[in-house]
């Protein structure tokens, strides 16, 4: 399949009114479709799609073809008008019937006018009301005939369909929006479900029923799987609901093989890759330990000891070193549970065998504090630490980089700067990402290349967001992982508590007495400013609960200068993800360094600068946040020696969102947490997924039963269908392509380790 020409009936050039010959209108279908452009697509809207499409990350005609429903609506029962009494409040109905009227008249809202239309059949009539739409009058006139699809609304005894939709009556083989199973997309602002729904229709006739099949017939027969022009047909128009489940299955399918794939091909990739072998003796071990205790002891002005769980993540990194093949090791671990401690480890033993060691962090500013606390942790190993961020001077710059060039720098903490190409390792041994969800693999992997020649680093992977079990077991299978549960001493619990808005006059006296006494006080709110409220409820209400986003949740800016004004003469400052990075970093450090003493900010917070001085968490529109996200900015607070305190504000009724607070107040352990948001939320929607860098899978759900079995059933496939080197086998040409050009290409690029 490629390129057609259409033309009228006739050889030869069209002839315009002018006189003019033109050439004929080419007509693309098949792959050339699939690829083209959705403004030079020629599909019915393409113009608008083009436009606004991006903002869903539709690209191409093969993005449109898997933007795949968000739900499907039965509307192929006909109910009679004389029956609609008994249907409750806003269910949607569809109905055959006749144009009795039709009115334009003002509304009671402000400039805009209400187009109604009077309709009938042989029980009754009803109104209909589209309120802005005034080309309705156009499409619709007095004894038209039509199949009409909308939310019944109850007004006393009266009724009215809502803005319903309606084709004419006689094309039942063309219904796309009444009297079927219909798809409901996510949309954007701009773009109307009926228009997307016609451009995708059309998107099927002319590529979907002739997508290249890219399972090979074995596997496909083996698991019982549709032909995927088959699945994409009924994933959008289905003719029953068991032709949609099926479909809906193979490509839940089609997406756990790709991630299986990509798994099993790194994971068999990095086994033959070769790495330097770093021993740790004995005496190094005991050396590197006392170090790191010692250093916490100071702190804590008393005897400690790692953690049974700090000290089995070391030893597990001691073997892992030992090996020719490098290590790729998963340290998860909350707020505090000692992540940086064992990073220590493994940095220094790395300088210990004469190689360099690399931690690159998301921000100037957590570059610069692990910069502090290693050299703290590895003072009394007299173990040199340098940093290089962007915000050095050319002259510090300068001679860090000759350190790292000569070897001279054993370990360098560092952002992005250490990715930059003028950056030389003399002997990289090993690599640690803090945060690793916040960087992509490309970025991981340029820092990896430069341990240079063909030896690879050891890499240890770190991330304060426990990923629930269930979903680990899957999606970590090319990982090895070491879980720090258990709180280093010291830790005082933090005091959490739920209260609604108009209950806050005792929480900020709290906030007073606390900076009296040389504490500080975080508030975080879900927005930036006010107007992001109305951008939410246009572009991204599609899949949150009701309510989710409303104009009345907090911003960030409003709720700055409201504090300012209220607890006069405290210092308030503001932080977001708006600012430039440099004037972000700058305002906390000024909290860190006391100069401020509460701080508003949105969750750029929650990833920040240590500070022990901070006493008080305050989250407004907690409702609006996810578990493993509460969790994480609970965590800023209770990093020193006095009793902190977390209030949780929201006046949200959902039941879910009340006993997802409920969890957070009464459960401290983040793993924990992470099992009781799994409980609660549908894993696509669970925030420390997105956080974790985790792909986004479209239709597979790792908490239904059936797609875990999918799950298991796709890692045997791509066990099967990969070689030793972690390549295809010949024969899977298809598939391949797929993988790297196609609509699978999105997860199957997407490290659950990296960012997707």
Same mark, same amino acid.
């Given at each position: 399949m490629g390129e057609r020409t259409t033309a009228r009936r006739g050889a030869g050039p069209v002839a315009t009114a002018g006189g003019r010959a033109t050439a004929p209108v080419v007509r693309l279908t098949g792959q050339a479709l699939l690829e083209a452009p959705l403004a030079k697509s020629g599909l019915p809207? #393409? /113009? /608008? @799609?083009?436009?606004?499409?991006?903002?869903?990350?539709l690209e191409t005609v093969r993005d449109l073809l898997f933007h795949l429903p968000r739900r499907y609506d039965d509307l192929r029962e006909m109910r009679k008008i004389g029956d609609l009494a008994w249907v409750d409040d806003g269910e949607v109905i569809s109905a055959r019937v006749g144009v009795l009227d039709i009115r334009v008249e003002a509304s009671f809202r402000r400039r805009v006018q209400r187009t109604i239309a009077v309709l009938e059949d042989e029980t009754g009539t009803i109104d209909a009301t589209w309120f802005g739409r005034r080309y309705i009058e156009r499409r619709l006139h007095p004894g038209d005939r039509v199949i009409v699809s909308g939310k019944l609304k109850h007004f006393g005894r009266k009724r009215t369909l809502d803005n319903p939709d309606f084709q004419p009556e006689g094309t039942e083989d063309e219904l796309l929006h009444v009297g079927r199973i219909v798809p409901v997309y996510r949309l954007t602002a701009g773009l109307t479900a009926n228009r997307l729904r016609v451009a995708i229709r059309e998107a099927l006739d002319r590529a979907g029923h002739d997508y290249p099949e890219y399972l090979p017939p074995d596997l496909r027969s083996g698991e019982g799987l549709v032909a995927i022009r088959d699945a994409l047909e009924e994933a959008h128009y289905p003719a029953t609901f068991e032709g949609r489940d099926a479909a809906l299955r193979r490509i839940a399918f089609d997406e756990l093989l790709a991630l299986q794939v990509g798994?099993?091909?790194?994971?068999?990739?990095?086994?033959?890759d070769a790495a330097r072998p770093i021993e740790v003796a004995g005496e190094v071990?005991?050396? @590197?330990?006392?170090?790191?205790?010692?250093? *916490?002891?100071?702190? +804590?002005?008393?005897?400690? =000891?790692?953690?049974?769980?700090q000290d089995a993540a070391v030893v597990d990194i001691r073997a892992d070193l030992a090996r020719p093949t490098p290590m790729l090791r998963l340290l998860q671990g909350d707020v505090g549970s000692g992540k940086t401690a064992v990073a220590a480890y493994a940095l220094a033993a790395a300088a210990r065998a004469g190689l360099q060691g690399a931690l690159l962090a998301p921000t100037d500013l957590l570059a610069r504090q692990h910069h502090r606390t290693l050299t703290s942790l590895l003072e009394d190993a007299a *173990? !040199?630490?340098?940093? +290089?961020?962007?915000? +050095?001077?050319? =002259?510090?710059?300068?001679h860090t980089l000759e350190l790292v060039a000569s070897g001279m720098a054993p370990i360098v903490v560092g952002t992005h700067a250490l990715i930059q190409e003028r950056v030389q390792f003399a002997a990289l041994g090993v690599v640690v990402i803090d945060e690793q969800h916040r960087f992509g693999v490309e970025q991981r992997g340029q820092l990896e290349a430069k341990a240079g020649g063909d030896r690879a680093p050891h890499v240890l992977l770190m991330t304060a967001t426990p990923i629930p079990r269930t979903l680990g077991q899957v999606l970590y299978a090319d990982l090895d992982v070491s879980n720090l549960?258990? !709180?280093?001493?010291g830790r005082l619990p *933090?005091?959490?508590?739920?209260?609604?808005?108009?209950?806050?006059?005792?929480?900020?006296?709290?906030? %007073?007495?606390? $900076? $009296?006494? #040389?504490?500080?006080?975080?508030?975080?709110? !879900? +927005? *930036?400013?006010? $107007? &992001?409220?109305? &951008?939410?409820? /246009?572009?991204?209400?599609d899949g949150a609960p009701a309510g989710f986003w409303d104009a009345s949740a907090p911003a960030a800016e409003a709720e700055a200068v409201r504090l300012r004004e209220l607890l006069v003469p405290l210092r308030v400052g503001l932080v977001h993800g708006r600012m430039k990075a440099g004037d972000r970093d700058a305002e906390m450090a000024r909290f860190r360094d006391g100069e401020l003493d509460v701080l508003v900010g949105t969750t750029v917070v929650e990833v920040g600068v240590d500070v022990p001085e901070a006493t008080m968490m305050i989250v407004q529109g907690a409702d609006r946040f996810g578990l493993a996200q509460l969790h994480q900015l609970r965590g800023r607070v209770g %990093?020193?020696?006095?009793?902190?305190f977390c209030v949780l504000v929201s006046d949200s009724v959902d039941e879910t969102a009340q006993a997802r607070l409920k969890a957070v107040a009464e459960i401290r352990d983040g793993f924990e947490l992470a099992e009781r948001d799994w409980e609660l939320r549908r894993e696509g929607n669970v925030l420390g997924l997105v956080q974790s860098g985790l792909p986004r899978l479209r239709i597979a759900s790792l908490q239904r039963d059936d797609h875990r079995e999918l799950a298991v059933q796709a890692r045997a496939a791509a066990e099967a269908m990969l070689d030793d080197e972690g390549e295809l086998r010949p024969g899977l040409d298809r598939l391949s392509a797929e993988l790297r050009g196609g609509w699978l290409a999105r997860v199957a690029e997407a490290e659950p380790a990296g960012a997707a």
């Open positions: 809207g #393409g /113009t /608008t @799609l083009g436009r606004v499409g991006r903002r869903m990350g798994m099993v091909g790194r994971r068999r990739q990095r086994g033959r071990d005991s050396e @590197l330990r006392g170090a790191v205790t010692a250093s *916490i002891g100071r702190k +804590l002005e008393r005897d400690v =000891a790692l953690t049974p769980d *173990i !040199p630490v340098e940093l +290089l961020t962007g915000s +050095l001077t050319a =002259a510090s710059t300068r549960r258990t !709180p280093p001493e *933090i005091r959490t508590g739920i209260r609604r808005p108009d209950e806050l006059e005792g929480t900020w006296q709290k906030v %007073r007495e606390e $900076a $009296a006494a #040389g504490h500080r006080t975080f508030v975080v709110v !879900p +927005l *930036i400013d006010e $107007a &992001d409220a109305v &951008d939410e409820a /246009t572009s991204a209400r %990093r020193g020696e006095v009793a902190s």
